[in-house]
């Protein structure tokens, strides 16, 4: 069977209590990835990690530690880890032995003022600098500034500091372990420490089935353009103009997973590119971005532009699409002021729904928010009140959708220790799982939905899920809002929820009152959004309770004025 087939989902992971645990579990990362993307590795890539294998236990734990610290340059006599159980210098003698160091590697002044204190350099840099006509006690920051048109030219230690310079060496495979930690990882956003640090088996995770169609990268020209998109953002993240960066920016792919990268990519680029007072190109950047930000911050800047006949046009086909409440509410504002400039007729401004809101003068307590003072002001035996805010919502879609959730789309899972989806939150989520999606859905019609969500709480208990919060979905919580509230309601809030998850998977109100016994079934709960003397509604909170409103969900804002006598004893 070739490496990328295996599926097994089974890995060992390291205790804490064994001082080498990072070894361990950098162990796993590498079994990882010579076991499913071993395909996508050259012949000389996969000597190279089998060759660490090899290693003696100290020179492989010393030689993890480099490839966890930043860079891939190191000071010999600072590598301090007693934990090795040898002498550092024995472990890295093998290490350089086996070939993974260049021992007397070329520094770029730069490099060379991060590697040696200020105490170390000036001895050496004295003379540079006396030639320079700088005087010898300069700081360090500008001893560098001074030196360093002078010396643009990379040299080895000795030839900076002298024969008796503390030892620098390179690690040589930085590149291919951030190859590895890309194809393990799905990203390079995270660094080694976030896996290899961690004890993992405190947290229970959903198995996914692994298999080579599931993998985001399915040929080694998609890793290598990864790592191109990666190179282009961190260009961008240091300074480099946007129209440098555009020329290396790569083409489109029919990867769906890459293509959602690039889009972010392009609206970065476009907002560093309109920054720059590079109109032209910031306009190609969000045209060319499938991002559901870039269309509005393209649509802004043809008005600044004063092209507004053009950002009609783009405005007016737009609005007839599917839309989260912020790009409705900020496509809006565009049109109307569009309009006004045009002649146009605008659109007619939304209905504003009447939001209930009740008020409540109570007594101030001690101790305890004002959400619990009003739960205990409310609560009944017989309409019991509880505080959930986002959890419980969040927590029924999460246990009726949890098989979709969890599909092995390509992309969204890349090792066995995810607590979501990867592309949980990005543009295409929802549409590369509609029809289970829908399915989910037909659950509510069909009143099965109740069997599925109490058969994954029973059978998932514990187990990570990015909208499931367990100690507040307790088996009293779900047995009453399974009993009160209607599938149709559910149905309504867990679309909203999926037009932006992102958005919507907060603003939720505060308390949740059942009502049991009420004849009407469809008035048998209410949410409760609680605001204290002063405080106000935020806007997502503001956009669900108007949603509320137009579905016919009962919600209601409950403010709150204290009692001008004492706290309550």
Request: aromatic share 10%.
């Amino acid at each position: 069977m070739s490496p990328a087939k295996r599926q097994s989902t089974q890995l060992a992971t390291a205790d804490l209590d064994n001082p080498l645990y990072y070894l361990e579990n950098m162990e796993t990362v590498l079994g990882w990835v010579q076991s499913h993307h071993g395909d996508l590795l050259t012949a000389e890539e996969l000597d190279r990690l089998a060759s660490f294998h090899t290693l003696s236990m100290p020179a492989r734990a010393l030689l993890t530690r480099m490839v966890m610290r930043t860079g891939d340059l190191f000071r010999s006599d600072k590598l301090k880890y007693p934990e090795l159980g040898v002498p550092e210098a024995r472990a890295l003698d093998e290490i350089m032995e086996a070939g993974w160091l260049d021992t007397d590697p070329l520094l770029s002044l730069d490099e060379l003022f991060r590697l040696f204190t200020l105490g170390e350099l000036r001895p050496a840099m004295e003379p540079l600098l006396k030639a320079a006509g700088e005087p010898a006690n300069l700081p360090k920051g500008r001893m560098r500034d001074a030196l360093l048109l002078r010396f643009p030219d990379p040299l080895i230690v000795a030839d900076w500091l002298g024969q008796h310079a503390r030892p620098v060496i390179r690690l040589k495979t930085m590149a291919l372990f951030d190859r590895v930690r890309l194809m393990f990882f799905g990203n390079l956003r995270q660094s080694w420490s976030d896996f290899v640090l961690v004890e993992l088996g405190h947290q229970q995770y959903e198995p996914v089935t692994f298999t080579p169609d599931s993998r985001a990268f399915q040929y080694r020209s998609e890793v290598d353009l990864y790592l191109a998109m990666h190179q282009c953002r961190e260009w961008l993240d240091q300074g480099v103009l946007a129209h440098e960066v555009w020329q290396a920016v790569p083409a489109p792919s029919d990867n769906a997973w890459l293509t959602s990268r690039r889009d972010r990519l392009l609206l970065e680029l476009g907002r560093q590119a309109e920054r720059q007072g590079e109109r032209k190109l910031a306009l190609e950047a969000f045209a060319s971005s499938g991002h559901r930000e870039a269309r509005l911050k393209q649509l802004r800047l043809l008005e600044r532009m004063k092209r507004h006949q053009e950002a009609w046009a783009i405005a007016s086909e737009w609005q007839n699409q599917e839309l989260s409440d912020a790009e409705a509410q900020g496509l809006a504002r565009i049109l109307k002021r569009l309009a006004s400039r045009l002649g146009e007729i605008p659109p007619p401004p939304p209905e504003q729904p009447l939001i209930r809101e009740i008020t409540f003068t109570l007594p101030k307590p001690e101790v305890g928010s004002v959400e619990y003072a009003v739960r205990d002001h409310l609560y009944r035996d017989e309409a019991p009140v509880l505080y959930v805010e986002n959890t419980l919502i969040n927590g029924l879609f999460g246990l009726l959708c949890w098989q979709t959730i969890f599909a092995p789309v390509p992309g969204a899972f890349f090792h066995p220790f995810h607590v979501g989806p990867a592309d949980l939150t990005r543009e295409d989520f929802v549409s590369r799982r509609k029809g289970s999606f829908e399915q989910c859905f037909a659950r509510l019609a069909d009143g099965s939905y109740r069997e599925r969500i109490l058969a994954n709480y029973r059978a998932k208990q514990g187990t990570t899920n990015p909208f499931v919060i367990w100690p507040v979905i307790t088996e009293e919580l779900l047995s009453l809002a399974l009993d009160c509230l209607p599938p149709a309601d559910l149905e309504r809030l867990f679309r909203r929820l999926l037009l932006n998850i992102r958005e919507h998977r907060s603003g939720f109100p505060d308390l949740i009152r059942f009502l049991p016994n009420a004849a009407e079934p469809d008035k048998r709960y209410e949410m409760i959004e609680v605001k204290g003397p002063g405080d106000r509604l935020q806007d997502h909170q503001i956009r669900w309770l108007e949603f509320f409103a137009v579905e016919g969900i009962p919600a209601s804002v409950c403010y709150v004025r204290w009692q001008a006598s004492e706290a309550m004893e």
